[in-house]
C-alpha cells in the first residue's frame, strides 16, 4: 500500500505525537519496508553509511521501554517517579521504536583516510543520524502512523546491546516512537509555536 501524501505534505503533517496506541494501520512488513528504504536512500557524509538502524516491534518495543524504566526508576527520586513513570508508561503504549545507532567505524576510516577533516567527522556522523531519524518520522507519518522523538541514551545502551545483540561500540543517538493515533490525537495537538519566518529565512537573487 503506497501511500500517495506528497514528500512537503507529509513534511507539514509530521508532528511530535504523543498518544499513540499499539496498533498500527500499516503492517510490519511495510513498516519494515519503510525502515529499509530509509537505511539506503538515505544521505551520510562522504556516503560514510555509518547509521545503524534497529527496528523494535510490539513486544520487542515494550521491552525496551520497560529497560528504560527500570533504569529510571532506580535513580528518580520516589516524589519524582509519577511523572516519570507516566511518561514512559506513555512511549510503551506506542506500537514501534526505532533505534537509531552510528558505528564509529567508518567515522574512524574516514578520520584516518582525511585527516584534514578528522575534527569535522564526528559532527556530521551526527548530521547523518538526524537525517535517518527524520526521514524515518516524517515516513511513518505520512503511513499514517504517529511519531515523537525521545533521548533515553546512554541509560539502555548497555541492556540494549545485551537483548538485542547490538555492537556496544555502536552510539545510540535517538529513539524514534511511534504507533497508532488515540482518537483525537493529532486534532487535540497545540499550533506550533512558529518564530516569524523573516528572521529564519533569507533569500538573495529572486
Ligand atoms: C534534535 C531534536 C531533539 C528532540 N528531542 C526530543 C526529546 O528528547 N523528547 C521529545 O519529547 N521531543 C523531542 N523533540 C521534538 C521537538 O520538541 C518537537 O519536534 C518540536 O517542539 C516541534 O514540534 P512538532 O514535532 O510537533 O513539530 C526533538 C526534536 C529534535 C529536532
Redesign the pocket.
Known sequence: MASTMSLLDATTN???IYALNKTSPISDARIEEIVTHVVKNTPSSFNSQSARLVLLLKDEHDKFWDVVRDILKAVVPEDKWESTGNRIAGFRAGYGTILFYEDPEPVKTLQTNLPMYADKFPVWSEHTS?MHQYAAWTALEAEGLGA????YNPLPDQKASEIWNIPLEWQLKAQLVFGGLQEGAREK?AE?AEQPLGGRLFVHGK
Open positions: 509530521r508532528r511530535s538526524a515523537n522523538l525521545q533521548h495537538l506550533r
